[in-house]
């Protein structure tokens, strides 16, 4: 702990779980003063209590939902230093099961939420002439992909797109809009809807043999939080153990 968020105000959507959580975690632990956004109220003010923060039940599909949020923000503390929109879903469906409404629900909350969060926050940091907004996007969308995360995969890349524009446009006010594109994270979810076969060979096709953790995904969302990327805006920073490098399958060199 150094103390690199000491008096920060920090919006965290999508914290109750998982790589939210591990964010309002490690931002805690540097001295960021958070509030706290998800759908899920339970395990959303579990955490809360944890990290001595305040919650929000959120869904940021909904403009006034982002609203609400980014102004309990400023009304607990006065401004608001960076944004984390990490709330997404991601079911797997086949593109030619996917009904329109399927579509649209993806497209509501990771590609609607990232803009409804963004313009919220605009507001005070732009009075301000200050701030971070920080989107989770993923490698999938953006570089590869796999059949049934055809939503999921648009999604993603749309994120991508849309923070290289608004970092043009808010760069005037003194606002840096960036992302994190994770891989392969253990989390909740995964236990929870993939057995040891399939987590197995997503391991064996990372280099560093290993799924990436919350932590892992956390601390280059602290960087890019931090005043160490001041002069960083529009991109993004992948975070998979190396899962993009390989050609192919076979790229393992042992040591004798």
């Known amino acids: 702990m150094t103390g690199r968020l000491d008096g920060k105000v920090a919006l965290v959507i999508g914290a109750a779980r998982g790589i939210g959580r591990g964010i309002a975690e490690r931002f805690a632990e540097e001295g960021a003063r958070l509030v706290l956004a998800d759908t ?14 305040v919650f929000l039940e959120t869904d940021i599909s909904k403009m006034a939902d982002a609203e609400a949020a980014v102004a309990l923000a400023v009304e607990r503390h006065g401004r608001l230093d960076v944004l984390v929109q990490n709330a997404g879903i991601y079911p797997w469906q086949l593109i ?7 579509w649209d629900r993806v497209m509501a909350v990771n590609l609607r939420g990232t803009f409804n969060s963004a313009r919220a926050a605009l507001t005070p940091m732009k009075a ?25 995969s648009a999604s993603k890349s749309g994120i991508n797109g849309f923070i290289r524009s608004a970092a043009l446009e808010f760069s005037g006010y ?5 992302g994190v ?6 989390t909740e979810a995964i236990r929870l809807h993939r057995g040891p076969e399939f987590i197995k060979s997503m391991e064996d096709a990372i280099p560093l043999g290993r799924l990436g953790t919350p932590r892992d995904v956390a ?11 001041d002069y960083i805006t529009g991109t993004t ?14 790229f393992r060199i042992l040591p004798p």
Not at 96 to 102: A, K, L, V, Y
Not at 129 to 150: A, E, K, N, Y
């Open 40 to 53: 899920e109220a339970e395990a959303g003010e579990a955490t809360a209590q944890e990290l001595d923060a």
């Open 96 to 102: 030619e099961d996917t009904s329109p409404d399927d």
């Open 128 to 152: 301000q002439r200050s701030g971070r907004m920080l989107f989770t996007s993923s490698i999938t969308g953006p570089h590869v992909t796999s059949p049934g995360h055809g939503h999921y």
């Open 174 to 178: 003194g606002i840096t809009v960036n």
């Open 181 to 186: 594109e994770p891989g392969n994270i253990m």
């Open 219 to 229: 601390s280059a969302f602290l960087f890019l939080a931090s005043g160490d990327a």
């Open 237 to 250: 920073i992948v975070v998979d153990g190396g899962q993009l490098l390989p050609e192919g399958a076979d």
